[in-house]
């Protein structure tokens, strides 16, 4: 898809702060210092749209980039980063919750993973829960340009035993640093839009 126009519209650090609209929205989730900010910038074919920080746990709130006027992608908070207070943490958890379970606007979720690491726990509680609210969600192993191919092809069956995923669901890699897989991954977003 090309992107004439992305602006982040909205943040929200409540659930009063969600923007009422009609357009469709995808979601980024994932654990702190995965490449969710990157990733968006890549998909939208900007450097600096979503702030990306050499520091994890930075995304405070959920932000909402229209793109075309038509779409919206939303940046969640990162999660499982210790150094992030367990208060501001347990502040975060609703919010990301009722988004997630409750608007109507949701469309799907890109679940990111790092692709040179094993799911961790909280990896797989957010796959779970993701599929007990049968959210339509893609699985993006992020930073693929870090593997060789036959490695990361090994790490995909890893992944995807990991978190229970079945084989018609979608496991992509990612790479934000060469563009690699950004045409599949449109297509598939394009497709649960």
């Given amino acids: 898809m090309k992107v004439n126009r992305a602006e982040l519209k909205a943040s929200a650090y409540n659930t009063i702060d969600f923007p009422l609209w009609d357009m469709p929205e995808v979601s980024f989730i994932g654990r702190s210092n995965v490449g969710k900010s990157s990733l968006l910038n890549t998909l939208i074919g900007r450097k600096n749209l979503a702030r990306i920080s050499s520091t994890p746990g930075k995304t405070r709130g959920l932000y909402f980039y229209v793109l075309n006027d038509k779409i919206c992608f939303v940046d969640l908070p990162g999660y499982g980063y210790a150094k992030v207070s367990k208060k501001e943490r347990e502040r975060w958890a609703p919010i990301i919750e009722d988004y997630l379970a409750l608007r109507v606007n949701l469309r799907g979720c890109l679940h990111l993973i790092d692709c040179r690491h094993e799911p961790t726990e909280d990896d797989r509680l957010m796959s ?39 084989e018609d669901d979608l496991l992509l890699p990612f790479s934000s640093r060469t563009g690699a897989g950004r045409e599949e991954l449109w297509k598939a977003i394009i497709k649960i839009i």
Avoid: C, Y
């Avoid at 959210?135 to 992944?159: E, F, G, H, N, Y």
């Fill in 128 to 166: 779970e829960w993701l599929r007990a609210h049968t959210i339509p969600t893609i699985t993006v192993a992020t930073k693929a340009d870090k593997m060789s191919r036959s490695a990361m092809l090994r790490q995909l069956t890893v992944i995807r035993k990991n978190l229970g995923l079945f």
